[in-house]
């Protein structure tokens, strides 16, 4: 079972606006910002605003409107920064094996280059 969601995570602060991010995108649904660490020329992060730990909790709890809301805001925030004509990639860690570090669900965009195949 998915851990109960934590209000003191990181992004829970940031989506609170106790901490900064450099924010590219915000909607009724989502906020997007700038992975503080970039693995990739372009990294951003998009964030659903509702309270999930994980793309498991989130697929299976949350109202479909919010779930469609994510994910056209996902899209809204590719195609906001150019990334459609060339390409991107979204990627979301869940839990332990997913490497998951931040208990609040994102999926992280990278793009603005060639993508290495980082499985593993
Ligand atoms: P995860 O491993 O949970 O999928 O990814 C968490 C991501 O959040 C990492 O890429 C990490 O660099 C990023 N991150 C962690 N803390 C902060 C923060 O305070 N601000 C921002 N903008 N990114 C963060």
Redo the contacts with the bound molecule.
């Keep these: 079972p998915t851990a109960p969601y934590d209000d003191d995570n990181?992004?829970a602060?940031?989506l609170r606006g106790e901490?900064p991010?450099?924010k590219v995108y915000e909607d009724e649904w989502a906020i997007a910002?700038?992975?503080?660490?970039?693995?990739a020329e372009i990294?951003t992060?998009v964030v659903p605003k509702g309270r999930y730990v994980s793309w498991d909790d989130f697929s299976a709890q949350a109202p479909d409107e919010e779930i469609a809301g994510f994910v056209r805001a996902v899209g809204k925030v590719a195609r906001a920064k150019g990334l459609v004509e060339p390409g991107y990639r979204l990627?979301?860690?869940v839990g332990e094996n997913?490497?998951?570090?931040?208990?609040h669900l994102?999926v992280?965009l990278f793009g603005g280059q060639k993508l290495g195949r980082m499985i593993g």
Excluded: M, R, T
């Design positions: 990181i992004f602060k940031i901490i991010s450099s910002f700038e992975d503080i660490n970039p693995q990294h992060l990627l979301a860690n997913g490497g998951q570090e931040v208990p994102h992280h």
